[in-house]
């Protein structure tokens, strides 16, 4: 496994992070005994950063991360998240540090190697969407610092959602320490400039920003939520639909895209679409860990050999071009 810096913070993370999103599923609805050994399997092949959030499963995979861990005594780095409320919005400093507070005991931590905001930005704040604006950010991460001041988290980081100007003034004021950027195939604007007419949200090289401001980056929905591995299908512990980030209007939209990529495999470059899609954000060298949702031990396995393959080869690239710039028949 590869190692690269998460941005400022000194922290080396593998360049294949775990997701224990609801859209990979494991560690929301999987079996603990599955958990268990899927979780000791990634730590022996070299993964050393998982990914949760306080919301993934309303705390279940909080709370099942942090029974996996202290079976296994693992040491291992975790990130969590904070998602504000609209009815928090008005004292966000103390909706933070209540939020972080529960997110320590359910993963039975005391301290918290990397907390985020949750929240999408916007230029202004809009509560009803649950919307943060950028001087919101500002107040979170208050207390974010007033938490590691506590010893209670370590670093913190933002979420690359939202719209494309706010999200470039988060990245520019340099308060945080990383990023989680949209990045995969279908849209690859975060870290690739886009063709003229690109149809999709333009992140405008967000990755790019960010590496610039030392922050660390994380690569999130690198198989467009499962889009990217070709079939509509969901896994049993994966969430059974599936809200497209910044791609098509749909999932099944995102599937019938994703075919389009197949022309790869078809050449001989990779053996598959998941394969062209980790090695394609793993090529992307200022990003510091490629995030993938997990439901069970194949899946697992396949995502670190085809991370470990390292990045796609320039003609695998070149021809990824061409078919961004085709795009303009969407
Ligand atoms: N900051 C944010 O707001 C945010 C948003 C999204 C994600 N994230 C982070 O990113 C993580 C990943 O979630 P994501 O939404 O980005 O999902 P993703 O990694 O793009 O897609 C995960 C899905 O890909 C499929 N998959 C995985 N490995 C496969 C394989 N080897 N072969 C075929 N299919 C495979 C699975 O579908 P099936 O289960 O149906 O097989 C799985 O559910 C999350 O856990 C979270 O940590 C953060």
Same mark, same amino acid.
């Given at each position: 496994?590869e190692y %690269? $810096?998460?941005? +400022?913070?000194?922290?080396? !993370? ?7 999103? #609801?859209?990979g599923? *494991? ?6 005994k599955?958990?268990v ?23 279940k995979s ?11 005594k693992?040491d ?7 998602r504000l ?13 209540a939020?972080?507070e529960?997110?320590?005991?359910r993963?039975?931590l005391d ?5 985020q ?7 202004? %704040? $809009?509560?009803? +969407?649950r919307?943060?604006g !950028?001087?919101?950010?500002q107040?979170a991460?208050? #207390?974010?610092q007033? *938490?590691?001041?506590?010893?209670k988290?370590r670093y ?5 959602l939202?719209?494309?100007?706010a999200l470039?003034?988060?990245?520019a004021?340099g308060?945080?320490d990383?990023?989680?950027c ?5 849209n690859p604007s975060a ?10 949200q333009?992140?405008?090289?967000l ?7 030392q922050?660390?980056?994380?690569a999130?929905r ?14 049993p ?14 999932f099944?939209?995102? !599937? ?6 197949n022309?790869i495999v ?17 090529g ?9 949702g997990?439901s069970?031990m194949e899946?697992?396995?396949?995502a670190?050999?085809?991370a470990?393959?390292?990045p ?19």
């Amino acid at each position: 496994m590869e190692y %690269r $810096q998460l941005g +400022r913070t000194g922290l080396e !993370v593998s360049a294949l992070g775990f997701g224990c999103g #609801a859209v990979g599923g *494991l560690l929301v609805k999987g079996d603990h005994k599955d958990m268990v050994q899927v979780v000791a399997r990634a730590i022996e092949l070299g993964v050393n950063y998982f990914d949760t959030a306080r919301i993934y499963g309303d705390g279940k995979s909080e709370a099942n991360l942090g029974l996996v861990l202290e079976a296994l005594k693992a040491d291992v780095l975790v990130g969590t998240k904070v998602r504000l409320l609209a009815e928090e919005m008005d004292d966000i400093e103390n909706a933070v540090i209540a939020s972080v507070e529960g997110s320590l005991k359910r993963l039975r931590l005391d301290r918290i190697d990397l907390i985020q905001l949750h929240n999408l930005v916007a230029l202004e %704040r $809009q509560p009803e +969407r649950r919307w943060v604006g !950028v001087d919101n950010v500002q107040a979170a991460i208050r #207390a974010f610092q007033t *938490l590691q001041q506590q010893g209670k988290v370590r670093y913190w980081g933002v979420n690359g959602l939202g719209e494309t100007a706010a999200l470039h003034q988060v990245v520019a004021s340099g308060l945080a320490d990383t990023v989680q950027c949209c990045f995969n195939m279908l849209n690859p604007s975060a870290g690739v400039r886009a063709p003229e007419g690109f149809p999709f949200q333009d992140y405008g090289q967000l990755i790019d920003r960010a590496a610039e401001m030392q922050m660390g980056v994380m690569a999130i929905r690198v198989l467009a939520g499962g889009a990217l591995s070709g079939s509509i299908a969901r896994h049993p512990n994966a969430a059974q639909t599936v809200e497209p980030i910044a791609t098509g209007s749909t999932f099944a939209e995102d !599937v019938a895209l994703a075919g389009r990529f197949n022309l790869i495999v078809q050449e001989g470059y990779v053996s598959s679409l998941v394969e062209a899609a980790i090695r394609f954000v793993i090529g992307k060298a200022e990003v510091s860990t490629t995030l993938v949702g997990i439901s069970n031990m194949e899946q697992l396995e396949q995502a670190v050999a085809f991370a470990n393959r390292g990045p796609l080869p320039t003609e695998a690239l070149d021809r990824l071009s061409e078919i961004w710039t085709n795009y303009y028949d969407l």
